[in-house]
């Protein structure tokens, strides 16, 4: 089946802001990718010193012809996994996160990614003329995981991760599963993971980040020929 991306197609770019009591969030999604100017201003993250300027390169920044990724939680592994989650889907993602860490990272990790979800759904617009499905493998090493992805307007989610330790870094596991979980409600998908072998925590938490984002990449492409189409028997997703 023929996929491209027409040159004179709208942007899918989404911009979210979320604002509780336990965290403030913002980002930018392009999900084709590209330039993306920084963040608005905001006086949420004002004088937040443990957080460095848009401008300055980051561990979980880069900058590339093709995309922009800059992404700070206050959270280390969770930034690592959205870098890689982003690279590999072909987004450009800026998004930073102030939370009550000072409690946990529950709340900071959840928010994230409803925050994100919600973004996706936006910036994927009308849910037509794309390819829905979408599923990978991806291999880290020894670890192996596999992601399988509906554009259903169902939300849903099941992940088999086996971690072995209660912490990567300095996420707590529990929270990768709870994130994909809260993304996928509301991104309004369905979201099956599952990591089938690894060794290695770090190996197994990676692989699963980078199989959902290929994934990703491949379910939300434009198909050509079925513009406006909606791939459902229903007529509707």
Same mark, same amino acid.
């Given at each position: 089946?023929?996929?491209?991306?027409?040159? %004179?197609?709208?942007?899918?770019?989404?911009?979210?802001?979320?604002?509780?009591?336990?965290?403030?969030?913002?980002?930018?999604?392009?999900?084709?990718? *590209?330039?993306?100017?920084?963040?608005?201003?905001?006086?949420?993250?004002? *004088?937040? &010193?443990?957080?460095? /300027?848009?401008?300055? &390169?980051? @561990?979980?920044? =880069?900058?590339?012809?093709? =995309? $922009?990724?800059?992404?700070?939680?206050?959270?280390?592994?969770?930034?690592?996994?959205?870098?890689?989650?982003?690279?590999?889907?072909?987004? %450009?993602?800026?998004?930073?996160?102030?939370?009550?860490?000072?409690?946990?990272? @529950?709340?900071?990790?959840?928010?994230?990614?409803?925050?994100? *979800? %919600?973004?996706?759904?936006?910036?994927?617009?009308?849910?037509?003329?794309?390819?829905?499905?979408?599923?990978?493998?991806?291999?880290?090493?020894?670890?192996?995981?596999?992601?399988?992805? /509906?554009?259903?307007?169902?939300?849903?989610?099941?992940?088999?991760?086996?971690?072995?330790?209660?912490?990567?870094?300095?996420?707590?596991?529990?929270?990768?599963? @709870? *994130?994909?979980?809260?993304?996928?409600?509301?991104?309004?998908?369905?979201?099956?993971?599952?990591?089938?072998?690894?060794?290695?925590? @770090? $190996?197994?938490?990676?692989?699963?980040?980078?199989?959902?984002?290929?994934?990703?990449?491949?379910?939300?492409?434009?198909?050509?020929?079925?513009?406006? &189409?909606?791939?459902?028997?229903?007529?509707?997703?």
């Amino acid at each position: 089946m023929p996929l491209h991306i027409p040159l %004179s197609v709208t942007p899918r770019i989404a911009s979210v802001t979320r604002n509780t009591k336990e965290t403030k969030i913002q980002l930018t999604l392009s999900l084709d990718g *590209g330039p993306l100017d920084f963040l608005k201003e905001n006086p949420h993250f004002s *004088g937040y &010193e443990s957080m460095p /300027d848009q401008g300055v &390169e980051t @561990h979980a920044s =880069q900058i590339t012809a093709s =995309q $922009h990724i800059w992404i700070w939680t206050g959270i280390g592994f969770l930034d690592h996994m959205l870098h890689a989650w982003a690279k590999h889907a072909g987004w %450009s993602l800026r998004l930073r996160s102030r939370g009550d860490l000072i409690i946990d990272d @529950h709340h900071t990790t959840e928010d994230t990614f409803l925050a994100l *979800g %919600s973004a996706f759904n936006q910036a994927l617009g009308a849910r037509a003329g794309i390819a829905r499905f979408g599923y990978a493998y991806a291999p880290l090493d020894e670890a192996l995981a596999r992601a399988v992805l /509906d554009i259903s307007s169902r939300p849903f989610f099941v992940g088999e991760f086996g971690f072995t330790s209660p912490m990567i870094g300095n996420l707590n596991t529990q929270m990768i599963h @709870h *994130g994909m979980a809260s993304w996928a409600q509301a991104a309004n998908v369905t979201l099956h993971v599952d990591v089938i072998k690894g060794s290695n925590d @770090h $190996h197994r938490a990676e692989s699963a980040f980078k199989a959902l984002a290929v994934a990703c990449k491949t379910a939300i492409q434009r198909v050509e020929g079925r513009e406006g &189409e909606v791939v459902s028997t229903k007529g509707v997703l």
